[in-house]
């Protein structure tokens, strides 16, 4: 089943930079009306810009995604202001890079307050207004390491695993309900998004998504191709598929690779700032708009090939039919006296 109804209303949490701001930029181009969740206020007044030059309408809520009366109050006024809200997506987060043995635990409450509880507010908010209705869509903006961990980011690995557990129950919920209101979530690839310049990380090197990174427009495509098609899961990025396969067939060795290799791969040659400012209990592009990019532009893929392969089923599978009824006419044909 697929809804070929662009959206009307779209909420996008975390719309400021990033992710966020690539999925708005894509849902204005086609003509959606936004509610802009974020912190950072220069980044929410940049993505307003972005709607309004796609001609669209913006509404910039500046908030904490881990405040259930701030995401309340907003949906409500989005409602109030832009109409009934079509399409709900959770992207907001927060990470921290250290060794579980470095952590400290109100960093694990943060970093959990806001990439896991922030999703579930956003979702009540949503229900409760998309099931009177019977209709809408809520996606959550996950990534392959909701199913695989990894090393160095244990407190955003376990918000993403909880948003897989609380997926799981809520889609049977509704399911036994009989209710229309979809839910899917997209799990992604590395992806290059101002976030590494900005995350709390007590690495002895910068940080850096670990490769082949992404950029953040293959993840807009694939979050506004989920919130019109009925799959249960979108999987972006061949190493996605790999890291949830993969760990679901041979979990002990994709425990000893990532011993090996996962404590280099996030990270780059050199030691960062000394006055490096990071974003976990205050935004910061309060006077600065970072914009959807990170700096791996020139290490970035800008497609992915098994995205693309999974939303061109049809035409795979009719070119793969013609192949074979043609393979089998050459043989008859190679068989005939």
Known sequence: M???????????????????????REFAARGARIGLIARGRAGLEGARRDVERAGGVAL?????????????????RVERELGPIDVWVNNAMLSVFAPVKSMQAEEYKRVTDVTYLGYVYGTLAALRRMLPRDRGVIVQVGSALAYRGIPLQSAYCAAKH?????????????????????????????????????????????????????????????????????????????PTVTAIVGNALVPRLADAYLARTGFDAQQTDGAPPPDRRDNLWAPVDDATDHGAHGDFDARAHPRSYEFWARTHRNVLAVTALAAGLSGLAWMRRRRAP
């Open 60 to 76: 910039v809520l500046p908030l904490d995604v881990s405040d259930p009366a701030a995401v309340e109050a907003a949906a409500e």
């Open 2 to 24: 697929t809804d070929t109804r662009a959206p009307h209303v779209v909420v996008v949490t975390g719309a400021s930079a990033g992710v966020g701001r690539a999925t708005v």
């Open 162 to 238: 909880a948003i897989q557990g609380f997926m799981d129950s809520l889609r049977c919920e509704l399911l036994h309900d009989g209710s229309h209101v979809r839910v899917v979530m997209v799990q992604m690839p590395a992806l290059n998004t101002p976030q590494f310049g900005w995350v709390k990380s007590r690495l002895p090197r910068r940080a850096q998504p670990v490769p082949p990174i992404f950029q953040p427009d293959v993840a807009a495509r694939a979050i506004v191709w989920a919130a019109d098609h009925a799959d249960r899961e979108v999987w972006v990025g061949g």
